[in-house]
């Protein structure tokens, strides 16, 4: 028995003001429906099917390898005509799970519970007690406690409209039923629509059981519809991530001033200094230190790392003991070895620094392969791209390449080498060597600076 899993995400969501699709506006570095799916995939059994419309393409586009069942709805008649879409292409014995592509936050053991209740043969609805129940639908009750009816804030009485508790929209049900129910739905209300909710009466006259959930915490099932929602939902996912942090003893200089966009691996004894991002997969080691402003993205950084101020950080692998920054930036497929230093406006990418080698200041190294403890002088430029091809620069253990040296990949400086300030390196230089590549100084003496034509000053 399979759940079945379906996300509404039709609605063409005005209020965001953006050409793109409301489900695709990212919350943490992934699209909302990203997070619905993931919520819903960790549940047994579970097939992801979703319904689109406005941006149908965009979405499925976005998603494209995913295993999802898409369900085209052209026209958006509600929510009920939403789910019928889907329902073809689920089997009668199936427990149907309802989700919806803009509500993000939804934890799966919130929906572990309405899908085991479902399992049971009942109808299991996810409701909410709200200060300001305005716009939402009101669960009705009749003396005994027991759910009647949901009533769309439109089409409510007084009497209903004093009533706190709301309908998340979020509901778990037999295939079955849906498929009974859902061709009896009329759109004979205020809205014109055919609306989900009006299964709940159905329930209640066929003596299906109806069950209500409430979530752990109401940003569970907080929808999004503008982008001020939007925000406020990443601040409260930021903020719990930053608090599992400082409870899992890392050092945060501020809480409020963290953006983990992916997931953040830390060892022991770590501190994270204020407007650091961090996306993708990133792993800090033990005793690591990250200066304010950084921005590391899929990389590892080794135990007893320094990162000062203003990095940017890409698929670089840094080992421990190194020293980053401030201002630095590492691009795919820089590698440091243990106790190496990349300074002040250098930039490396897809290069091996060697162990205690030093590169720190105003230096591009591309394509390279640099041994230990070489060192790099300021405003050293490895020349890997004749604008057509890439090659590369191989530096000896050991190496001094003097400041403002270019060196003409492909070339290579062998160990204990050393390569004269300002030189344009175009030959290889072998171990021991001195290479001096630049043009002898003259001093000329006595001699006297042009004056003006006219004898002005
Ligand atoms: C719905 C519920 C209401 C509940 C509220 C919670 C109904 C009739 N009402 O109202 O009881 O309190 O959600 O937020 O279900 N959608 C489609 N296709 C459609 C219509 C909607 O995909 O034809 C999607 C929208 O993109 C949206 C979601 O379903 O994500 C909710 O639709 P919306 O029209 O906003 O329902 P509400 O009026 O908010
Ligand atoms: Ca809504």
Redesign the pocket.
Known sequence: MTLAVIT??????SRMKSTLP??LHTLAGQSMLQHVLNAASQLPDAAQHV????GAGEVQQAFSGAAIHWAI?S????????VAQALPSIDDEDTVLIL????PLIQTETLAQLTALAQQGQLALLTVELAD?K????IVRDTGGNVVS?V???DANAEQLAIGE????ILAVNARFLKQWLPQLSANNA?G??????IIAMAVAQGVTVTTRQPQRASE?E?V?DRVQLARLERIYQSDIAHQLLVDGVSLANPALLDVRGHLTVGSNVFIDVGCVFEGDVVLGDNVHVGPYNLIRNSIIGADVRIESFCHIEQANVAADCQIGPYARLRPGADLHIGAKVGNFCEVKKATIGAGAKVNHLTYIGDADIGADANIGAGTITCNYDGVNKFRTQIGANAFIGSNSSLVAPVSIGANATVAAGSVITKSVDDEELAVGRARQKNIAGWVRPSAKDGKK
């Open positions: 509404l995400a039709a609605g063409k969501g409301k489900v319904v689109i419309g406005h709805q026209e958006q008649k509600g929510t009920g005509h939403a919806y592509g803009d509500v129940p716009g939402y639908g009101r949901i769309e804030h439109k709301v309908n998340t929209g809205q629509e055919y609306y989900l909710t009006d099932v929808g519809n």
